[in-house]
């Protein structure tokens, strides 16, 4: 008699858990998400830096690609700060502030992105050494072996 009281509590309470997912994409999409602004200028604008910018959910997309209600939410703050006045770079800014750095595809150097710069460089100079040494080494066996 216990059994079916603790399925029925276990079903409602996934129940409640599945409603804010279900709430979410419930939500009409924002104005700006699907449709360009009127002046072709700021929608190109729009559009270069909507390129440059990493959807949080695909993440392997741009949110001018991407689908995803989180990417058409962000493309109407772009379009619609850019509608505002703000920048490209204001824009790009307040984006990173908000989400982070990994927002954007073309990160700065920052505390935080220093070694997305620094690795491929230290790791071109140990390749080049390591080459270096075995050339080096394989040029001094052949020289001995040519006198002797």
Same mark, same amino acid.
């Given at each position: 008699?216990?059994? /079916?009281?603790?399925? =029925?509590?276990?079903? !409602?309470?996934?129940?409640? *858990?599945?409603?804010? %997912? $279900? @709430?979410?994409? +419930?939500?009409? /999409?924002?104005?700006? =998400?699907?449709?360009? !602004?009127?002046?072709?200028? *700021?929608?190109?604008? %729009? $559009? @270069?830096?909507? +390129?440059?910018?990493?959807?949080?959910?695909?993440?392997?997309?741009?949110?001018?690609?991407?689908?995803?209600?989180? %990417?058409?939410?962000?493309?109407?703050?772009?379009?619609?700060?850019?509608?505002?006045?703000?920048?490209?770079?204001?824009?790009?800014?307040?984006?990173?502030?908000?989400?982070?750095?990994?927002?954007?595809?073309?990160?700065?150097?920052?505390?935080?992105?220093?070694?997305?710069?620094?690795?491929?460089?230290?790791?071109?100079?140990?390749?080049?050494?390591?080459?270096?040494?075995?050339?080096?080494?394989?040029?001094?066996?052949?020289?001995?072996?040519?006198?002797?």
């Amino acid at each position: 008699m216990i059994r /079916p009281k603790i399925w =029925a509590m276990f079903a !409602l309470l996934l129940a409640l *858990l599945a409603m804010p %997912a $279900a @709430a979410q994409d +419930a939500m009409p /999409p924002a104005p700006y =998400a699907y449709n360009q !602004l009127d002046d072709p200028a *700021l929608e190109a604008d %729009a $559009a @270069a830096l909507m +390129a440059t910018l990493r959807c949080l959910k695909c993440q392997s997309q741009s949110i001018a690609d991407s689908d995803a209600p989180m %990417a058409g939410d962000m493309r109407h703050q772009v379009r619609s700060r850019i509608l505002a006045g703000e920048s490209p770079e204001q824009i790009r800014a307040w984006l990173i502030a908000r989400y982070g750095d990994y927002v954007s595809y073309n990160p700065t150097v920052s505390a935080t992105t220093w070694p997305l710069f620094a690795v491929p460089v230290l790791l071109i100079l140990i390749v080049g050494a390591v080459l270096l040494r075995r050339l080096g080494k394989q040029r001094g066996d052949v020289a001995e072996g040519d006198s002797a």
